[in-house]
């Protein structure tokens, strides 16, 4: 009995050892992919910051030079049209920017919902060929 008991401890100390290892491997991807998401959430935290600024800069422009021309702070008729050219332009560029971030975002679900399916591509070819069959 004592022998077999010995046997059953020394099993159970190399399936320990294994199961040690596997955690430690386990623990290692576990980390890895903790920091790739946290790599991923500061890319995307710089982002919004920079789309931010982006958006900010030219709606203070636009807010500018509209409250000049709302109170009569403009010099000339040529000036106003200028400052409404820049309103005009700056919302132009907002919009291309909110265009390209929708766009962004589109992109990003269409891979996110992306579903890899094996197909049988000889009943696609079949059928195909069976539609155009002259009999």
């Known amino acids: 009995e004592l022998e077999e008991l010995g046997g059953n401890i020394n099993f159970l100390s190399l399936e320990l050892e294994k199961n040690i290892g596997e955690l430690k491997?386990?623990?290692?991807?576990?980390?890895?992919?903790?920091?790739?998401?946290r790599k991923i959430d500061e890319l995307r935290k710089d982002f919004i910051a920079s789309i931010t600024h982006e958006i900010k800069t030219p709606i203070?422009?636009?807010?500018?030079?509209?409250?000049?021309?709302?109170?009569d702070l403009v010099g000339?008729?040529?000036?106003?049209?200028?400052?409404?050219?820049?309103?005009?332009?700056?919302?132009?560029?907002?919009?291309?920017l909110l265009n390209q971030l929708i766009?962004?975002?589109?992109t990003e679900e269409k891979v996110v919902d992306?579903?890899?399916?094996?197909i049988n591509i000889s009943n696609i070819i079949i059928d195909e060929i069976n539609k155009y069959k002259i009999d």
């Open 25 to 37: 491997l386990s623990n290692i991807k576990l980390q890895a992919e903790v920091e790739k998401k």
């Open 60 to 71: 203070t422009v636009i807010n500018t030079h509209a409250e000049m021309i709302l109170y």
């Open 76 to 96: 000339s008729k040529n000036q106003e049209k200028e400052y409404l050219k820049t309103i005009i332009s700056q919302g132009k560029n907002i919009n291309s």
């Open 103 to 106: 766009e962004l975002i589109k």
């Open 114 to 118: 992306m579903k890899i399916e094996e």
